[in-house]
């Protein structure tokens, strides 16, 4: 089945710092990735659309200055949190859409961020 | 905004015993996922199901869309250990578009 990767993996950083997470389709394009956000013993909280070639669309209650979106390529979608707080800390998903395949999305593996 | 609610949140049972996980909505979706996640993972895909009434089987795993295509259920037969984990269903609009998440079930079975 379709492969989606996200880089890195785990990450630690101090407070105020900006992180980049990379989210890539390894063996589809996908014109549309999904970030989305979860706390621990949650479930995912969509946080933006993130489209190529244009701007992202984002979910009502989450700051598009905080969480930048680039989607530069067919392949490739990076999401990065800006002057990182504590409260960022979260486990970050992304996921692409199979084009032509319907309904089936599939997600990244996650990236855990924990701001210090 | 559609909402899926989805019960159980919390499930502990023994090895051998059958459950249902429940996924309703007041809107209709064109269609429903269920995944299967694990701690520090993203979500895996079990099945989709796009017609209503519509039945799937994997392995001990029933899954089933409502009629109206607002509801969805999981069933799983004679339980294992290795079917410990958090159970998601997230259905959408429109073909390939964005996902509505239900709560999830935490589903552990002890052996």
């Known amino acids: 089945g379709a492969v989606v990767s996200q880089h890195p993996s785990r990450v630690i950083c101090k407070s105020g710092t900006s992180v980049k997470i990379e989210c890539r389709s390894l063996d589809f394009q996908a014109t549309t990735m999904f970030w989305y956000r979860q706390f621990p013993k949650q479930s995912l909280m969509l946080m933006a659309t993130s489209n190529e070639g244009s701007k992202a669309t984002y979910e009502q209650g989450v700051e598009k200055d905080k969480f930048l979106i680039n989607h530069a390529s067919l392949t490739l979608s990076t999401l990065t949190v800006t002057s990182a707080h504590p409260e960022d800390s979260s486990f970050y998903i992304c996921s692409a859409p199979l084009a032509g395949g319907g309904e089936t999305q599939y997600f990244g593996p996650g990236t855990r961020l924990l701001v210090l | 905004t559609q909402l899926l609610e989805q019960s159980p949140q919390f499930l502990s049972i023994q090895e051998g015993e059958n459950l249902t996980v429940y996924c309703n909505s007041s809107s209709v979706f064109s269609s429903l996922q269920w995944y299967r ?75």
């Open chain 2, 37 to 111: 996640q694990e701690p520090g993972e993203g979500p895996v895909l079990l099945v989709t199901v796009v017609t209503g009434g519509e039945v799937k089987k994997l392995k001990r795993l029933t899954f089933q869309f409502g009629d109206a295509r607002k509801d969805s259920s999981l069933h799983i037969t004679a339980a294992q250990p290795g079917d410990t984990g958090l159970y998601l269903c997230a259905g959408d609009e429109t073909s390939g578009s964005r996902l509505t998440f239900g709560e999830g079930t935490q589903l552990t079975v002890n052996p």
